[in-house]
């Protein structure tokens, strides 16, 4: 009995790791008047924002039909608790909300009452965007992601075999883990997208979802893909944004440069939650993954994503091939520090690819990197460093943002991102 007890305590204690965004959000709600926190159900939107409010929040649930009726004269409840701060999850389910929300924040505004009127959740990044934008001036946006690295501290395997969705993450072994990440799977597609309109077969869009899990950090060959579902091109383009829009998916766009090479520029795909990537392939626990082909592609959508999540909100990301297999992994251009490359790497190797040396002398970015599943940092040759995953998020999650343009030295095509 005192060992069942122990355990339970340990695994409440654990339940209260600290959020990376955490600090983020109270900075924007000390400064704007509605804050939007994103991300994928399951994630942990709602607990942080609990806990940000502590006993002075009013919490709605805008899918419960009692909550969304306290909103049938929404004028007159949100002024009756002005004095709290009003958290609203799944705000997307009613969109007619935002036009409402304008005008409560304005009068709010006249009686001095400037900040932290409101944090919306949603699951569902483009339509909340649109519908935010009758909000203009008004909202701050947070994209709250699954556990990573710098929240996980020292149990880089763990997070990578289950993926940082907290109820998997947590789970008791890898079997309940595994359990847990089939459900949520299974949930999502035959319950969650239809609510939000799409109507397409859960047993089409899995097949879809496992399909980009099987081609992990490529391409997206939408000709194959198509051929692969029977479908044509552009049904494939509105399943990968759908994915892309949930959150679910990262699309990694081609960095343009005019360097005289033929460059591709397809994007390239992952499965953004590791622990996902693993259900969908069926990889049950870390020995398992070792002697799967996709072990590879899995770390390096791994590191993507935490590197990513790391990196200051301005940074945005792409990656760089020629036709003739010149590549960076991952290229992050960071305003004020230049454009970082970095090579990804399973192991303890650290030597790159040739194709990575030829990249970079196209480029010449400010800082290289070859980031390895090891702890220890050296350099390799002028200029270019082995590091290991934990000391590179710390270093991009230290950087201040210093403004300014950044580059490679070489003319180029911005792209416009939110990193999702």
């Keep these: 009995m005192v060992i069942i007890v122990f355990v339970e305590w340990c695994a409440i204690i654990t339940m209260k790791m600290h959020r990376f965004q955490e600090a983020e959000v109270v900075d924007r709600l000390a400064n704007m008047p509605a804050v939007v926190l994103l991300g994928p159900r399951q994630v942990g939107k709602t607990t942080l924002a609990l806990d940000i409010a502590g006993n002075d929040g009013v919490y709605l649930d805008l899918e419960s039909p009692s909550d969304r009726a306290k909103l049938d004269d929404a004028e007159l409840f949100l002024s009756s608790v002005e004095d709290k701060l009003v958290i609203l999850d799944e705000v997307q389910r009613v969109p007619e909300l935002f036009q409402i929300l304008r005008g409560v924040i304005d009068k709010s505004r006249r009686k001095g009452k400037r900040f932290g009127r409101f944090l919306l959740l949603g699951s569902a990044s483009n339509d909340l965007l649109q519908q935010s934008e009758t909000?203009?001036?008004?909202?701050?946006?947070?994209?709250?992601?699954?556990?990573?690295?710098?929240?996980?501290?020292?149990?880089?395997?763990?997070?990578?075999?289950?993926?940082?969705?907290?109820?998997?993450?947590?789970a008791r072994d890898d079997r309940n883990s595994m359990l847990w990440r089939q459900n949520f799977i299974r949930t999502y597609l035959e319950r969650d997208i239809p609510l939000l309109g799409p109507r397409i077969p859960p047993v089409t869009l899995r097949r879809f979802w496992t399909m980009l899990a099987h081609v992990q950090s490529g391409m997206g060959n939408a000709a194959e893909l198509a051929r692969g579902l029977m479908v044509?091109?552009?049904?494939?383009?509105?399943?990968?944004?759908?994915?892309?829009?949930?959150?679910?998916?990262?699309?990694?766009?081609?960095?343009?440069?005019?360097?005289?090479?033929?460059?591709?520029?397809?994007?390239?795909?992952?499965v953004r939650d590791s622990g996902l990537l693993h259900a969908l392939l069926q990889i049950e626990d870390h020995q398992a993954l070792l002697g799967h082909p996709v072990v590879g592609a899995?770390?390096?959508?791994?590191?993507?994503?935490?590197?990513?999540?790391?990196?200051?909100?301005?940074?945005?990301?792409?990656?760089?091939?020629?036709?003739?297999g010149a590549e960076i992994d991952l290229l992050l251009d960071i305003p004020g520090h230049g454009c970082w490359a970095i090579e990804i790497k399973f192991g303890l190797s650290s030597r790159p690819e040739k194709g990575f040396h030829i990249a970079c002398e196209d480029l010449k970015p400010a800082r290289?990197?070859?980031?390895?599943?090891?702890?220890?940092?050296?350099?390799?040759s002028p200029g270019l460093e082995v590091i290991g995953l934990d000391a590179m998020c710390a270093m991009l999650a230290g950087l201040e943002f210093k403004g300014g343009a950044s580059g490679s030295g070489k003319g180029r095509k911005r792209v416009r991102s939110m990193n999702l």
Aim: hydrophobic share 45%; with cysteine.
């Design 135 to 170: 909000l203009a001036g008004r909202i701050a946006y947070v994209e709250l992601c699954p556990f990573s690295v710098m929240e996980a501290k020292n149990q880089n395997n763990k997070l990578w075999v289950r993926g940082g969705f907290p109820d998997s993450f947590l």
């Design 232 to 270: 044509d091109g552009k049904t494939i383009a509105r399943y990968t944004d759908l994915m892309v829009d949930l959150m679910l998916v990262r699309r990694l766009q081609p960095f343009h440069v005019n360097v005289g090479k033929r460059l591709v520029k397809s994007p390239k795909l992952y």
């Design 298 to 324: 899995s770390w390096e959508g791994f590191v993507l994503e935490n590197l990513l999540r790391s990196a200051p909100p301005q940074a945005v990301p792409f990656f760089y091939r020629t036709v003739v």
């Design 368 to 380: 290289k990197f070859v980031v390895n599943s090891g702890q220890d940092r050296y350099p390799i």
